[in-house]
C-alpha cells in the first residue's frame, strides 16, 4: 500500500525479536476514505522510528509510511511522530 497512514499508538511490545508498537488508524488516507478496516492493528518496529532520541508513546498520533500485508497483519516500514 503506497501514501501514508495516520495512527494512534495503543500499546509498545516487547518479544524475543524487538520492540514494536501497535496502532490503529485515526484519519483518513490519501482521497478521503479509510485505507484500512477500521478494526485492522498496524505495527511497526522501534527500529523503524525516525526519532530514536524519543519514543513513541501510548496515544500518541504517528504518521506511517509502506504499510504492507502479512501473514499476521500489517506492518508499517516507517514511523515518524506528526509534529508542528
Avoid: D, N
Avoid at 476514505?33 to 477500521?38: C, D, I, N, T
Amino acid at each position: 500500500m503506497t501514501g501514508q497512514i495516520e495512527a494512534i499508538v495503543g500499546k509498545i511490545c516487547s518479544s524475543e525479536k524487538g520492540s514494536f508498537a501497535v496502532c490503529h488508524q485515526c484519519g483518513t488516507g490519501e482521497g478521503g476514505s479509510y485505507p484500512l478496516p477500521l478494526e485492522e492493528s498496524i505495527t511497526f518496529s522501534l527500529e523503524s522510528w525516525s526519532q530514536r532520541e524519543c519514543p513513541p508513546e501510548v496515544g500518541q498520533v504517528v504518521i506511517l509510511g509502506e504499510v504492507r500485508k502479512f501473514a499476521r497483519g500489517w506492518r508499517a516500514k516507517l514511523a515518524r511522530p506528526v509534529v508542528l
